[in-house]
């Protein structure tokens, strides 16, 4: 059974679906999941697909979306602040925690693409959860992503000190579109990205294309994997693609080998976007997570 929900993060409103096992008994306990979407994205874009396979598992489970996105509350639309989103997953750890079919014992937290990089550094620093799965997980930071020739002064840290100074100056919000055909400018560059978050956006009527300047410089400064040797022992699972062009696979291994156990890496031969919905690989990566889940929540 899902359920239209909504909890507090600073204030604003987190738009969620709850999903409750149709055979839970009334009064039993369950281990639950809290998940929410990769960057700009929200719960209709495919991860309702994820949570109906969680729940068919036995796990409760809280999809959320972030503070201003999807049916979120919070102004200017498309503030993506990592750390931000952080702090809306551990205010959805908290509601979960206090609700009466969950077991605050058992709670994992589960995330994608950008949320599986937020998940690798919520799990270091919120010992609430007893088990992570990080798919297709941002591992990129400063030094592996977006540091130029001199570390400083590439036309993007430029881009970016511009609109820094127009908002001084004038208080507007810049904002960059997500995706765009090819030649247009975007964050995702590509044809891959852009028809594949396309596709899933029709889907999603509260999606924007679109996230504020602002937060390309706070994602700039994030690094989601500085911590990972720290999240041990909670059980730690990664699933990536061997051909994600986004997130280049031997970052993913790199990241992965710093970790401390009890961790496992399934690597999948498809593409980044493939794991949403395709098959074998959408089946292959959530039965996986159940497994992990189900074996460590327990």
């Known amino acids: 059974m899902r359920y239209d929900v909504t909890f507090l993060s600073r204030q604003l409103r987190c ?42 598992a036995g796990f409760v489970v809280l999809l959320f979306d972030y503070r201003y996105f999807g049916q979120s509350e919070g102004e200017p639309r498309g503030q993506l602040f990592p750390c931000a989103q952080i702090e809306d997953y551990r205010n959805a750890l908290t509601w979960l925690t206090g609700h009466s079919q969950v077991d605050p014992e058992r709670i994992g937290a589960w995330g994608t693409s950008f949320s599986g990089g937020l998940v690798l550094h919520l799990s270091v620093f919120d010992q609430r959860v007893k088990a992570v799965v990080a798919q297709v997980p941002s591992v990129l930071n400063y030094e592996n992503c977006w540091a130029g020739a001199s570390g400083k002064e590439e036309p993007f840290a430029r881009f970016l000190l511009q609109d820094r ?24 560059s590509g044809q891959e990205s852009y028809e594949a978050l396309t596709a899933l956006g029709q889907d999603a009527p509260t ?24 999240i041990a022992p909670t059980p730690l699972l990664i699933v990536g693609a061997e051909q994600d062009s986004l997130i280049p696979a031997p970052l993913v291994a790199e990241a992965f080998e ?41």
């Not at 709850?18 to 979407?37: N, R, S, T």
């Not at 990769?38 to 719960?43: A, L, R």
């Not at 999606?207 to 720290?230: A, H, M």
């Not at 039965?287 to 460590?296: E, L």
Request: glycine share 8%.
């Open 207 to 230: 999606w924007r294309n679109g996230v504020t300047v602002e937060s390309l410089e706070k994602i700039r400064e994030f690094d989601p994997t500085r911590y990972i040797q720290f």
């Open 258 to 298: 710093r970790a401390g156990e009890p961790k496992e890496l399934l690597m999948l031969p498809c593409r980044h976007f493939d794991l949403y919905g395709v098959e074998p690989w959408f089946s292959r990566a959530a039965d996986a997570a159940v497994g992990w889940f189900g074996k460590h929540l327990a």
């Open 165 to 188: 100074i127009a908002r001084y100056r004038t208080g507007a919000v810049g904002t960059l579109k997500v995706v765009a055909p090819e030649g247009e400018p975007s964050v995702l």
């Open 15 to 56: 738009a969620a679906w709850l999903y409750v096992p149709d055979d839970l008994a009334k009064g039993e306990k369950a281990p639950a999941i809290v998940m929410a979407h990769g960057f700009s994205c929200v719960k209709e874009q495919g991860l309702d697909r994820f949570a109906d396979r969680f729940a068919a």
